[in-house]
Nanobody, 118 residues
Framework: QVQLVESGGGLVQAGGSLRLSCAAS????????MGWFRQAPGKEREFVARINLSGSSTYYTDSVKGRSTISRDNAKNTVYLQMDSLKPEDTAVYYC???????????WGQGTQVTVSS
């Protein structure tokens, strides 16, 4: 079955960096657009970033633009989210997700916690 497994979360001070990874299995990774989402306590899940099939096109929500980079390695079936200049408001559970259509994400990981202390 399809599995998306996130890793790389943790506790970091404001201004620090983290690199999240999401390893996919059970699907043809190169045929799926990949996205990162996050959910902070008491808030709805929100979109963070997405990347197209080849990795040539990316899109970010305004709050992380310029501080985050999404990338993928189709040979390793893995998508990454490099987050720099982290802020306390970046604290959330981060999820990766896979979409064939580019509109709906059919598969989701279990999430990885990112906590940014001030």
């Amino acid at each position: 079955q399809v599995q998306l497994v996130e890793s790389g979360g943790g506790l970091v001070q404001a201004g620090g960096s983290l690199r999240l990874s999401c390893a996919a299995s059970g699907l043809t990774f190169s045929l799926y657009r990949m996205g990162w989402f996050r959910q902070a306590p008491g808030k709805e899940r929100e979109f963070v970033a997405r990347i197209n099939l080849s990795g040539s096109s990316t899109y970010y929500t305004d709050s992380v633009k310029g501080r985050s980079t999404i990338s993928r390695d189709n040979a390793k079936n893995t998508v990454y989210l490099q987050m720099d200049s982290l802020k306390p408001e970046d604290t959330a559970v981060y999820y990766c997700a896979a979409s064939q259509s580019g509109y709906e994400y059919a598969y989701w990981g279990q999430g990885t916690q990112v906590t940014v202390s001030s």
